[in-house]
């Protein structure tokens, strides 16, 4: 049976997706630069840890090139959106054959379908990944991304209801259908509904609720939970309902959850309103913890301290993911681990 590791297991490597131009990098010169340097910086402070695959689409492949380091390798394919998370597949294994690894290719629809977003080459690139590396490609009907999905290892899946059954999505779905799929397709038995996202998550150009920017396991029974410390801000409210439904879903499977609160930095708002600047949407690499900055020494130090303390052993490395989220997402988001395969014998 498929089985979809944690992100704290071994990696083989990190996937990501170069930019290129358009709607999400930016309609200025300077706007373009700061996109191309905030991907490479990630996929730079990546290598530290473990190998980099890069997805190029052809029209960036001289860029690519010049920009990343010569050790990331790159695997040139169309792409018109370039959050590896979401449109690139979800890497499982086979407990029962050890050699085995699968590619889940989700329906990618840009997130609902929106009249800005660019995604109908990004919807093959699971398939042309998985196939490039040799995995069995696991086709699903369900359309869902990487970012709206976060497992323990042990048969527990974290979804939102906003996400997994937007009727922007998946029209005809409802619990039941899409946990039949979650335990096929990534080996979860047991789901843990959220009823919502980040505010601004549901803004034009968000996602309706992902859950890589407000919850994630590091460990079975053991969740950081992104916190708003300021009443101000409309998330306060959100993340109060949101521990209250955690702790109540755990206890109604006959299990107790430890939530450690990963409080958000002190700004409040940009030029679009209120902001969804998370320390929840890091990504867990081997020997390392790839962490999201924002320019708040005070936030960010706490940060790496909540984090170094929830992931023993692993080295805090901050990169700004500002010019991540003012494009709608963050580290998470553009990165995507492939899991080693058990050793032989």
Not at 45 to 72: K, Y
Not at 258 to 267: H, N
Request: some cysteine.
């Amino acid at each position: 049976m498929w089985r979809m590791p944690a992100e704290t297991a071994e990696h083989t490597r990190t996937w990501m997706a170069f930019p290129r131009e358009g709607f999400t990098l930016g309609d200025t010169a300077a706007a373009r630069e700061e996109g191309y340097a905030a991907w490479t910086a990630v996929a730079h402070a990546v290598i530290e840890f473990e190998p980099v695959t890069m997805v190029v689409d052809p029209t960036e492949i001289a860029r690519a090139r010049r920009m990343l380091d010569s050790s990331i390798e790159i695997l040139e394919a169309p792409v018109d959106e370039f959050w590896m998370r979401d449109m690139g597949p979800t890497f499982v294994l086979d407990d029962d054959r050890p050699g085995a690894l699968g590619a889940v290719d989700w329906i990618f629809n840009g997130w609902g379908a929106p009249a800005w977003a660019e995604w109908q080459k990004s919807a093959q690139v699971a398939r042309i990944v998985g196939e490039a590396i040799g995995a069995e490609v696991i086709s699903s009907l369900l359309v869902a991304e990487g970012g709206g999905l976060h497992v323990d290892g042990a048969g527990t899946v974290l979804l939102t209801e906003t996400v997994q059954l937007d009727p922007r999505r998946n029209p005809l779905a409802d619990r039941a259908r899409v946990e039949a799929e979650m335990a096929r397709t990534i080996g979860a038995d047991q789901a843990i509904w959220l009823s919502q996202g980040l505010t601004r998550d549901y803004d034009d150009l968000g996602t309706n609720g992902h859950v890589d920017i407000v919850a994630t396991f590091t460990a079975p029974d053991r969740v950081l939970l992104h916190d708003q410390l300021d009443a101000g801000h409309p998330d306060a409210q959100v993340m109060k309902a949101l521990r209250g439904e955690l702790e109540s879903q755990f206890a109604a499977l006959g299990r107790a959850v430890e939530i450690t609160a990963l409080p958000a930095p002190s700004t409040l708002r940009d030029d679009h309103g209120f902001v969804d600047w998370s320390y929840v949407n890091h990504l867990v690499v081997n020997g390392g913890v790839i962490a999201c900055g924002f320019g708040d020494e005070v936030a960010d130090a706490r940060a790496r301290a909540i984090l170094s303390e929830s992931y023993p052993g692993r080295t805090v490395t901050t990169v700004d993911a500002r010019p991540l989220f003012d494009r709608g997402g963050g580290i998470h988001c553009i990165t995507q681990q492939q899991p080693a395969l058990p050793a032989a014998g």
